[in-house]
């Protein structure tokens, strides 16, 4: 699973794009490393999936894929999934997967966003 997801609540924003962003982690060994300042990367490529889940945190509304530790989840598409933006008192609840060439999605990291 990824390391660790920003809550975007911590920082003040205005309701709109809302940018997902996380740590990657790495399976390697080498990894597992306090001195390292970013995780050395193991895979051939970076890939992402990450799963938006609806208000019943349960069911999948939207599958964001991204090469980048990082998704934008779109006013447009907040709209279509939820019937409105996420805003002050929302709560969103996602699914962060890291791909493998050898493993395909990882163990996932599921965490609720307070906004």
Do not use: C, H, K, N
Request: proline letters at 6%; charged letters at 20%.
């Amino acid at each position: 699973a990824v390391a660790q997801v920003e809550q975007p609540g911590l920082r003040g924003r205005i309701p709109g794009d809302l940018t997902l962003r996380w740590i990657r982690a790495d399976r390697a060994l080498v990894a597992d490393s306090w001195e390292a300042v970013d995780v050395p990367m193991s895979e051939a490529s970076e890939a992402y999936e990450v799963e938006i889940l609806g208000p019943d945190g349960a069911s999948v509304t939207r599958v964001l894929s991204t090469t980048q530790p990082q998704a934008l989840y779109s006013a447009a598409d907040q709209i279509a999934d939820r019937g409105a933006l996420l805003g002050p008192g929302d709560s969103l609840t996602i699914r962060v997967f890291q791909l493998s060439a050898l493993l395909g999605r990882g163990a996932p990291r599921m965490i609720t966003l307070d906004f």
